[in-house]
T-cell receptor
């Protein structure tokens, strides 16, 4: 069975400082992993996806994530936080068929001016 | 066209009303989904259509009735809803097979049941 654990429900950073949002996964096969961002009262936007082609994945808006099989992790990072990054972030894993997607509980990112 | 559209953006309805939510995509995706999302929570899966057939129904009450008229359209018919059904309803699509799957989400319909 697949599952995702987002280790922090809230993260607060100052503008211009690095962002780290943590995600650990459990999967019985080589997983497909995703990060989505949701701004208030909006739908979910795909930030990046891991496809097994490269362990370091670059996404939109300066975000990137590194797949570490030995640690079963897929943490999301950004070198310098911007006020517009304040949002809810979801880590997601898909099943082997690609028809089912399993969400983490989400991490709320606050950026302090 | 690389997006999922949803209408209406906002909907207010009474408990005796009948209304429908609409979702559309023209990317050739063969899997379409309805999710319900409460504030500060992850989306909860309601229904999955794969190749226009209902493949997953997550024990959703019968007051929610999905319909997939064709491969581009997905509807959610609402009848006799309860105030606790107030939420953001998200539609998503994905390729059912082949390349790495991922969701494309619509912007959602904010539903308020009075």
């Amino acid at each position: 069975a697949q599952s995702v654990t987002q280790l922090d429900s809230h993260v607060s950073v100052s503008e211009g400082t690095p962002v780290l949002l943590r995600c650990n996964y459990s999967s019985s096969y080589s997983p497909s992993l995703f990060w989505y961002v949701q701004h208030p009262n909006k739908g979910l936007q795909l930030l990046l996806k891991y496809t097994s082609a490269a362990t370091l994945v670059k996404g939109i808006n300066g975000f990137e994530a590194e797949f570490k099989k030995s640690e079963t992790s897929f943490h999301l990072t950004k070198p310098s936080a911007h006020m517009s990054d304040a949002a809810e972030y979801f880590c997601v894993v898909s099943d082997s068929t690609g028809n089912q997607f399993y969400f983490g509980t989400g991490t709320s990112l606050t950026v302090i001016p | 066209d690389t997006e999922v559209t949803q209408t209406p953006k906002h909907l207010v309805m009474g408990m005796t009303n009948k209304k429908s939510l609409k979702c559309e995509q023209h990317m050739g995706h063969r899997a379409m989904y309805w999710y319900k999302q409460k504030a500060k929570k992850p989306p909860e899966l309601m229904f999955v259509y794969s190749y226009e057939k209902l493949s997953i129904n997550e024990s959703v009450p019968s007051r929610f009735s999905p319909e997939c008229p064709n491969s581009s359209l997905l509807n959610l018919h609402l009848h006799a809803l309860q105030p606790e059904d107030s939420a953001l309803y998200l539609c998503a699509s994905s390729q059912a097979s082949g390349r790495v799957p991922y969701f494309l989400f619509g912007p959602g319909t904010r539903l308020t049941v009075l």
